[in-house]
């Protein structure tokens, strides 16, 4: 499986970006899907999931201003982030477990000014 993001850039508190994720390969196995991100000096965390029936989960500091998506005819996993904040600068990596296995793509940063 190969993940490859996009859609990251520098934008100003209170607007928002969507970023994508386009997934290739044996994906007929991916089961569960996620956004992590890594600010400078700080640990990868869990932003949001998505699991193969649709059900979403959210890191309560993002829930109610990102939105996590999959469309499986285009192979591309969304996530629409609004009302973003500094504190959400960082870079963002999509995540898929496929087969007992994780895979990682290699991050699109975001920057928000104030």
């Known amino acids: 499986v190969q993940l490859v993001e996009s859609g990251g850039g520098l934008v100003h508190i209170g607007e928002s970006l969507r970023l994508s994720c386009a997934y290739s390969g044996d994906t007929g196995g991916i089961s569960f899907m996620a956004w992590y991100r890594q600010a400078p000096g700080k640990q990868r965390e869990l932003l949001a999931s998505?699991?193969?029936?649709?059900?979403?989960d959210y890191e309560d500091s993002v829930k109610g201003r990102f939105t996590i998506s999959r469309d499986n005819a285009k192979n591309t996993m969304i996530l629409q982030m609004d009302s973003l904040k500094p504190e959400d600068t960082a870079v963002y990596y999509c995540?898929?477990?496929?087969?007992?296995?994780?895979?990682w793509g290699r991050g699109t940063q975001v920057t928000v000014s104030s």
């Open positions: 998505i699991n193969s029936a649709g059900r979403t």
């Open positions: 995540n898929a477990e496929a087969y007992v296995r994780d895979y």
